[in-house]
């Protein structure tokens, strides 16, 4: 039952783990899908926007290494409670865009079907609340490699996330100084200029 809780362990920290990359890489999308649900005020986007998805990841890492572990799994179930509550929300007020979870990673409307995926999220971190009341966790060993797994596969989408970024403010700056005329294909004359505000 231990493994049972160290998968769902990892499930859980993956899906907050994406998501926030998701958030940190396009923090703009994130921001107008919850000023278009009128889900916060603005002082409170702003707030949610900036902190929320280091909040994200920093639940995820805890999973992932089990430290403090029926602390985690309250506020895993709180978190999801929270996500469940809030597209309930909106599915009722007719607010029936995406949620935002995962950033530009996914425009899905919101629907029931997303509804029902999100209590099943909620169900399955009270089963995990449960076995590690009941059972605890597995030895270090094998948190540990968890820990390298998960590190690994976030470091790497974090990196790419990275250079996605960086790629699209280049294409801005050689757009900005005419020499880019599409995202996908920058010229190779690139004035020295643009190539100094890069660096």
Known sequence: MQYVALVLSMYFAANLGIAAIAKIEQP????TVLR???VLPEWGVR????????LEITMAVLLVTGTVPVMTAVLTVCLF??????????LVT????DCGCFGAASTQPLNKAGLATSSLFL??????LWLVLKVGIVPWQWRTGASVVFATIEGGLGWLAWKRYKWNSRCR???????????????????????????
């Open 28 to 31: 703009n999308t994130f921001a």
């Open 36 to 38: 278009r649900n009128d």
């Open 47 to 54: 707030g949610v926007c900036r902190y929320f998805p280091w």
């Open 81 to 90: 409670a929270t996500f469940l509550i809030v597209k309930g929300r909106m």
């Open 94 to 97: 007719h607010r029936v865009s």
């Open 123 to 128: 169900m399955l971190t009270l089963v995990y």
């Open 173 to 199: 700056i050689w757009a900005n100084a005419g020499g880019c005329t599409s995202t996908s294909q920058p010229r190779l004359t690139l004035p020295d200029a643009a190539i100094a505000r890069m660096d």
